[in-house]
């Protein structure tokens, strides 16, 4: 059917694409190449810049101090992602098996962390983590526990010493996977959700175990389930930069942060738009792979996501 | 009681325990600090007895105040603007096929995928070379909008095709069979058939704008604050129980948006 | 044959309040082709998959050669299932799904290749041993879901509405398929279809299934011919049934006053327990055993009635009457000859049968 082609109905397709992409050129495109051309231009007194067309800000992007810190923000969004998928499949699996009420219920309690502003769970961290914080008070009380226990032996062991999580990588890997486990758990459940449970029948049926169902069976037919949720995860969370801020320590430091204190502190426009541009050639090439092993896994089957 | 069914995984006691702690880490810090909102103690660290005035605290507090209302201002148009570019979008990519369609939803996919802290740098950027400053209110607002509805149609998009996709054209050809032109045919049949989509797509486009603080932070001037922003740098400057209870109220209004969104949502896909 | 292979003893499964299936007890000889026919929801498939063992029942129990498998899993039991959706694993090809249950026994390679082999050349897919599931046909995978299965030389295969999701012509071969192997096997079969035909046509016993009870269980033959209640007389084939009086038991039957024009007739007929003089029962004609003619014939029971609509189906010509007493009947005309006269609405007959070709149903 020719029904759908443009030129049927010009005036229709002119109504519905102009004012978006217009509105996409102008607020969009246009600040894109403005940061682009930026990139390429030099620091002039406090705040000006004169465009130079040369490489310096890239060469110096390339420093031991910022490739180090671009190898540590991709070192923590690896780890953030293995722990979101380390944690977040075991969750969707539960909830995709169960029963109709229990998972309508299940579904809205991870989404709503997944809506509520990543500053403010940031900030509810923080009392978690301080000092004198949750994570210490009840690490105290299982100490107080144990140490009754033991003292019943005879044993003495001294008083718990309050540990630091606050400003620490600990504490903004965890803030980290905190803000984007429910990035992972939506698109795992997605792919679960659509998948056969006879596949798993029929594994158990033909006599594998559990396990080896898993292993054989489960993990193969949801690995576009995973990959999505990678990606998902891993994407954004290079670009993060108030979670380290608050709750990592000085040498929390990821590639955000570097971006957002050349734009809003050292006031180095043209080294800022550098580096937002390597982060996004990064995400790029983090998509390109997505996209290639998206294909390949779903070449040998599976379930389309 | 008999046991559970072979794959009824969600019934194991070890699956039931991982469940739980899950949800407990999940949630315990929020609840916390919404406990901690009702503290009548200036320090964040020990329950002295509920109370109020923090509340009353915030309430009282003009720049929070002048910041809640920015916010919802935002929201608000953000939805209006963000929805309608959205819906077009969503129109487009199903009913039509151009050249370089491909291109386009590239294009257009491309706000949702790079990092926000980049579209907040390009935004800083734009908004500071060809932009004038010094706006009077609502006005000054007007770069937050168009910073949001950038980043929040895309969305709009997405969700409302998501309906599109399941539905049938030969409604809108039957339409168009009995004499409609092609717009009535839009208007009559289609829109009323995706508007469950249209509302969700509003809410969360209202909950995304409402909710950022990247973007935000680095479009906002001194005098045009949002709530989030307020809350960073009040986060920055002094960690109050004020700061809880402004927390809290965000928190209340995205849950009950994502709560309707979803039951219109659900009610789509039951109708 | 006539081993018992399974027996199961009063099997309850309830989900919340309801029973799906409601105390049910039977045995299955070694060597059957069995077939659980119902409506849908009737109980059929959650019975199947609790002998899979994917579903616990809430009590009774199962055993296979007299050992209770109740409580053992799916992967310890001899017994292999045919899936609705034939569950053929999408991330591997043909000769990997076939062999994936021996794998599981960890059996040596080349015993593997072998049965393997083996099992392809049963089911005729020899070349498509290297082919990805997304490449074959419906029919195709099915088959290739029967190799998995019986690779494993289970002592029982059940078969889920296997022919469920084949187009018609496709099902009809299927059904002869399905007969030989089971035949060439020798392993017990046990369908689940809610189709008639394919049960009558396949099966060696069939129970017939309604709301989580069994209403018969008998072969093909005796169900069709001798139902024993309303329900599987209606459920199987078409059945013209009405009310009668009991008027005296006979030596070898019933005398029964069914009205109108047929006054008391002597039915030759098994014992119907519990059946007095005076009791009102109902009686059934198939309507194939039913003869149109324009006049009354001596010997037969009938029945004075106008034709008041036909369908044509090619082979046969279903003929919907009216008796002058309002009751409905219906009567198959076998279009046995090219040019036979064609018949008209509002004709007046008669509709005739040999009284040894009714049935008398007491519930």
Known sequence: METDNWRRNKRVFFAVSVPQLTWLLIFFIIPLAAVFIISFSEKRGIIGHELVWDWKNYIRAIEPIYLSIFAKTLLTSTAVTVICLLVGYPVALAISFAPRWLKLALLFAVTVPFWINGLIRTYALIAVFRTRGILNFTLEWFWSIGASVLAWFGIEVGSYQDLQFLYTNVAATAGIVYVFIPFMILPLYAVMERFDKSYLEAALDLGAGHWRTFFTVLLPLTTPGIISGCIIVFVPSLGVFFIADLLGGTDSLLIGNVIERQFLGANNWPFGAALSFLLMYLTFAALILYSIVNKKSKKIGGVDV | MSKPALLDYAARWWMRLFLAMFFLLLYAPIVILIIFSFNDSKRNIVWRGATGKYYAKAWANDSLIEAFINSLTIAVANMIVGTLLGVITAILLWRFRFPAKKAVEGVLALPIVIPEICMGVAMLVFFNKWWPNNLVWPLNLVNIIIAHVTFTFPFVAVIVRGQLAGLNREFELAAMDLGASEWRAMIDVLLPQIKPSIIAGALIAFTLSLEDFVITYFTAGPDSITLPVKINSMVRFSVTPEVNAASTILIIITIVAVWLAMRIQKEKTNG | ?363
């Open chain 3, 1 to 363: 044959m006539g081993k018992t292979v399974l027996s199961i003893e009063n099997i309850v499964k309830k989900f919340g309040n309801v029973a799906a299936v409601n105390g049910v007890s039977l045995t299955i000889q070694d060597g059957d082709f069995f077939a659980l026919l119902g409506p849908s929801g009737c109980g059929k498939t959650t019975l199947l998959r609790m002998l899979g063992g994917f579903d616990s029942p809430t009590s009774g129990h199962i055993f296979m050669d007299g050992i209770d498998i109740t409580d053992v899993p799916p992967n310890k039991r001899q017994i292999n299932m045919l899936f609705q959706s034939y569950a053929v694993f999408p991330h591997m090809n043909v000769e990997d799904n076939v062999a994936y249950g021996l794998r599981m026994e960890k059996r040596p390679t080349t015993e593997i290749n072998q049965r393997v082999q083996e099992a392809l050349a049963l089911v005729r897919m020899e070349e498509f041993a290297k082919r990805p599931p997304d490449k074959l046909s419906g029919g195709q995978r099915q088959r290739v879901a029967l190799a998995r299965a019986l690779i494993k030389k289970p002592r029982i295969l059940l078969l889920d509405e296997p022919l469920s999701a084949l187009d018609a012509k496709l099902r009809g071969a299927m059904q002869t398929e399905l007969v030989r192997l089971q035949q060439t096997v020798g392993i017990t079969f046990i369908i689940v279809t809610h189709d008639q035909d394919e049960a009558l046509s396949m099966a060696t016993r069939i129970a017939v299934m309604d709301e989580g009870s069994f209403c018969q269980v008998d072969a093909p033959r005796v169900l069709y011919e001798a139902p024993s209640s309303r329900f599987v007389a209606d459920f199987i084939g078409r059945m013209n049934m009405h009310e009668c009086i009991v008027i005296a038991e006979q030596d070898n039957g019933y005398c029964i006053n069914a009205g109108g024009d047929m006054g008391e007739i002597s039915v030759r007929h098994a014992p119907l327990p519990g059946v007095r003089a005076g009791d009102k029962i109902y009686y059934g004609v198939r309507p194939e055993k039913v003869i149109f003619s324009k006049d009354k014939p001596a010997d037969n029971v009938g029945n004075a009635v106008v034709l008041e609509n036909y369908s044509y189906h090619g082979d046969e010509t279903l003929l919907y009457c009216r008796s002058q007493d309002g009751t409905l009947w219906t009567c198959t005309l076998t279009n046995d000859r090219r040019n036979f006269t064609p018949v008209n609405v509002g004709e007046l007959g008669w509709l005739t049968w040999a009284a040894d070709n009714m049935i008398l149903l007491a519930k």
